[in-house]
């Protein structure tokens, strides 16, 4: 009998319950980069499994570091992550009968002033020294928001939430 510990696996420190199997992770791992102009605002769903945390910084550029995770190298070569006019989303091969795991994570950074929609499932979402209109929320995972200046809307239904 195997158990799962969902709120380890949103911290990275358990395999992840999906679909009454556990799913461990640990095959596969790469970054991707990619470096993007600012829009002003960035839309980015981490769904199903990932998480997001977004940093503001003083340059005028986008940088979104992905860290894809996958059974494997070739079932990590299926995922391709998007960006365009700020929208941020990951598509990949379809999971089914217990084969091609994979997540997506994403930590981007972004001039301060900055619109925000972020949405995660199952993954936890930190926004750190933004200055802009943030809607963020989760299923299952912490919040952490700190530095913010703005209209600020964010929610879980199952985390913690830190506000700083």
């Not at 091969?93 to 949405?119: C, M, Q, S």
């Not at 993954?123 to 919040?143: F, N």
Request: with cysteine.
């Amino acid at each position: 009998m195997k158990i799962a510990f969902p709120l380890l696996a949103v911290l990275g420190l358990a395999p992840i319950a999906w679909g009454g199997q556990v799913i461990d992770l640990d095959n596969y791992k790469e970054i991707r980069e990619i470096p993007t102009a600012f829009t002003g605002s960035m839309d980015v769903d981490a769904s199903p499994v990932g998480a997001i945390t977004v940093r503001a910084w003083e340059q005028p550029e986008v940088l979104i570091r992905a860290e894809v995770e996958a059974d494997s190298a070739a079932i990590a070569a299926q995922v391709v992550i998007t960006e365009s006019a700020g929208v941020v989303r990951a598509t990949g091969p379809v999971e089914g009968n217990g084969t091609r795991h994979w997540t997506v994570g994403y930590e981007i950074f972004l001039p301060p002033a900055a619109d925000l929609a972020l949405k995660a499932n199952v993954g936890a979402i930190s926004v750190l020294g933004v200055a802009g209109k943030i809607r963020c929320g989760t299923t299952v995972g912490a919040l952490q928001l700190a530095s913010l200046a703005g209209d600020v809307q964010c929610a879980t239904s199952v985390g913690a939430i830190s506000i700083a």
